[in-house]
């Protein structure tokens, strides 16, 4: 993995890091190791997919819950599935987030990176 040759300064703990189109390896183990810092759990959620808001029709079978019918729990889970999003969605350049920008999940944001 190669790095920036001119990284003299620390990096913001608050911003994901901006991907200039070079470096690739090397952001991509920033942004994880940045999601790890804010929160584990959102890295889950990049790598497996979204925490899911489902409920059992009468025949049993799984749906994805309506927005009405969503618990204080359920809408914690949403919001994790928007940051996770978010803090991909804020690091790469023009380039990199036009193909990025379609996707709906965190898992195929980071699978199409």
């Not at 300064?9 to 991907?19: I, Y």
């Not at 890295?43 to 019918?69: F, N, Q, S, Y």
């Amino acid at each position: 993995m190669s790095a920036p040759l001119e990284n003299w300064e620390g990096h913001s703990t608050a911003r994901p890091p901006l991907f200039n189109g070079q470096y690739y390896s090397w952001w991509r183990n920033r942004i994880r190791d940045h999601i790890i810092g804010e929160d584990y759990e959102l890295w889950d959620i990049v790598t497996d997919g979204p925490l899911a808001t489902t409920k059992k029709t009468a025949e049993g079978v799984e749906v994805p819950k309506p927005r009405a019918d969503c618990t204080a729990e359920d809408l914690k889970k949403w919001e994790k599935n928007a940051k996770a999003k978010k803090w991909l969605m804020c690091g790469p350049g023009p380039d990199k987030y036009n193909r990025i920008q379609s996707c709906t999940t965190t898992k195929e944001i980071w699978d199409t990176l």
